[in-house]
């Protein structure tokens, strides 16, 4: 027990996650060299409710805006940058595919929330002009910043793994989190364009009374 | 007031204009070359404060006992797993296992950052620590030296000897830091960085640093073979999860005083 095995611990977890990576990769085939080709694997979630964190962000119209304050409805939950060319667009589509395949009265009772992990240059107004590019109801649809120490506490807790990278842009996990409507996770939809029909049974699941 | 603000004077050492505390040591800027990343360009550290010693049992205490919400039957899940400072005899009590002068650890990534909020500092980032790592008793950079990085390895493969020992009595380094190596892992800030994978070349050249023993089979491969099993252990790590030797340092950012 008291045995000193963390490394071979360490080692042998890193060899297992080298071997999900080759399962996982969606965007081997065409990826030139670049910041597309950048990404990070995803981490596992956190057990608890998000709402645990006492976060302050800043939405798209510049108005605090706290993940409790949705209590009650599903959230579904990624994390992003509005200059990013290749993986956020992408996650987008997602985003709104999820949305889609939603009846209008499931689509009420749902929240999608897009932090940046840009706080810096993802101003209010670049968040605001992000979402007005894809068309999103902004009653439902909340794009925010925060400070740079509660980006970092959520992207753990959410299992996204970022890092700054050159030219401005970022190496991230591509994480779709679905929360209940008390803040804990119940399902994550990895990697880019999966298909949407697990997480939106999940979101069933979540809006029964 | 006047008389401490002269002896808080006398105490600190300045640092081109900036104060240190007594258990912290001021790490003087410049850049070194991580083990892994986008590239293999030196990266730019700039100045800033480390604690000499690790967090204590003691001084985890003290946190803990201020803030309730932080004890072990108190801590949400989503915060610490279930191995939260198991070691402790109870909520507010030590017990054998823990002496006081010894490094806290099995506190989660959430844990050691609420603590240094309390005190008025943060993690250091994994830059600042491996950077900082690199020292010696004698030398800011002594991560080129075989025998150096020998005996980190050699403690990496020892079994662990129960109590775990006050840092204060381990070696100081050039900068007045101790026990970096040999006592415990620390936690650093940006911890869930690595692990980047994909198609671009550099990141295929990653992986094979990674994970394969025979990629790092050049001389300056084997020499990192000490940070490898660091990055390898955090790349492991959630942010709630505790760790047997796990355990973590205050670090700060250089501030000039007000003139």
Known sequence: ?209 | MKAIALLLGILALPLRGAEIPASMSAIPAGSYIPMFGETKKARQVDAFLLDQTPVTNAQFLSFVTNHPEWRRSNVKRLFADEGYLRQWAGDLELGPDSPPDAPVVRVSWFAARAYLKSVGKRLPTEDEWEYAARADDTRADASSDPAFLAKILKWYGQPNRGTLADPKTAEADVHGVRALHGLTWEWVEDFNNQMVTGAARDDASLNRGLFCAGGAATAKDIANYAAFMRYAFRSSLEGAYTVDLLGFRGAKDITPTQP
């Open chain 1, 1 to 209: 027990m008291k045995r000193h095995l963390i490394p071979f611990i360490a080692l042998a977890m890193s060899l297992h996650a080298a071997e999900s990576e080759k399962k996982n990769s969606c965007c081997d085939e065409k990826a030139a060299p670049g910041a597309e080709g950048h990404k990070l694997e995803a981490a596992a979630a956190a057990k608890g409710s998000i709402y645990d964190f006492e976060h302050e962000w800043t939405d798209q119209s510049a108005k605090p805006f706290r993940l409790s304050s949705l209590r009650g409805k599903p959230i579904v939950l990624a994390m992003g940058y509005a200059s990013c060319q290749f993986a956020c667009p992408r996650i987008m589509a997602d985003l709104m595919a999820i949305e889609r395949g939603l009846s209008d009265a499931e689509k009420t009772s749902t929240h999608f929330v897009f932090i940046t992990i840009d706080p810096e240059k993802d101003t209010p107004e670049a968040l605001a002009a992000f979402l007005e590019t894809y068309k999103v109801d902004s009653l439902r649809w909340h794009a925010v910043r925060g400070s740079a120490d509660d980006t970092r506490e959520i992207s753990v807790a959410l299992g996204v793994k970022f890092k700054a990278i050159e030219g401005g842009d970022f190496a991230h996990s591509n994480v779709i989190t679905l929360l209940d409507s008390d803040g804990t996770i119940i399902h994550r939809q990895q990697g880019l364009g999966e298909k949407p029909e697990d997480l939106i049974k999940a979101l069933r699941g979540a809006l029964k009374p």
